[in-house]
């Protein structure tokens, strides 16, 4: 490839991979608050959801008072189907260890 083709190509990938970047932080931040909030909380899901959610719209807000930086109402909503998916994976995983151990006994 050429200078200019790998130039055009990064073009192309760079905000799918930057917003693909900030789902997963925030898959990883929702499964972290899960972990640290299991053992002394009920709805669990749910609250790390809103801490995660939460989080993210403090980080848009901030990036409101920084100079070339946008507070986007879309980036919330990625970084919050991010902290979903997280919250699911960690659902998903429970699930198969409880039928796992249904199975042994």
Same mark, same amino acid.
């Given at each position: ?11 192309? #990938? ?16 929702? #499964? ?33 008072? !920084? ?8 980036? #919330? !909503? #990625? ?27």
């Amino acid at each position: 490839m050429s200078t200019d083709d790998q130039l055009q190509l990064a073009k192309k #990938i760079d905000h799918p991979v930057r917003k693909t970047a900030h789902a997963t932080e925030y898959a990883i931040l929702a #499964i972290l608050v899960f972990l640290a909030i299991s053992y002394c909380r009920k709805r669990t899901y749910l609250h790390s959801l809103c801490i995660a959610i939460a989080y993210a719209v403090s980080d848009e807000i901030h990036q409101y008072f !920084v100079p070339g930086r946008a507070c986007m109402v879309t980036d #919330i !909503v #990625i970084d919050s189907s991010g902290a979903l998916a997280g919250l699911f994976l960690v659902f998903l995983l429970k699930r198969i260890r409880n039928q796992k151990h249904e199975r042994r006994r």
